[in-house]
Nanobody, 118 residues
Framework: QVQFVESGGGLVQPGGSLRLSCVAS????????IGWYRQAPGKQCELVAT???????YYADSVKGRFTISRDNAKNTGYLQMNSLKPEDTAVYYC????????????WGKGTLVTVSP
């Protein structure tokens, strides 16, 4: 079973950018479709973006045009480039396989906190 460690979160002003990373361990990273998920305080877990093992990306409407998901299979690492951040993007961000997300475990793990505030 693959496990992820996320990093790159922090405090940023509206309109700013952050790049999140997640490093995988425990299995063969390259065979998995992976996703970034987020959970804001008091809200349900939300799918942000996914990328297939071959690099095809999908984005939630709320982040389309602002976020870019990518992966480097040689480094067992996934990325989420976040631009034009808005206060409503404030959440804990998690990286997991799409299968884990389908099983209700998208927002599982340590995550990394992103706070967008003036």
């Amino acid at each position: 079973q693959v496990q992820f460690v996320e990093s790159g979160g922090g405090l940023v002003q509206p309109g700013g950018s952050l790049r999140l990373s997640c490093v995988a361990s425990g299995s063969i990273f390259g065979i998995y479709d992976i996703g970034w998920y987020r959970q804001a305080p008091g809200k349900q877990c939300e799918l942000v973006a996914t990328i297939t093992s071959l690099g095809r990306a999908y984005y939630a409407d709320s982040v389309k045009g602002r976020f870019t998901i990518s992966r480097d299979n040689a480094k067992n690492t996934g990325y989420l480039q976040m631009n034009s951040l808005k206060p409503e993007d404030t959440a804990v961000y998690y990286c997991n396989t799409v299968q884990q997300g389908t099983n209700g475990m998208g927002c599982w793990g340590k995550g990394t906190l992103v706070t967008v505030s003036p």
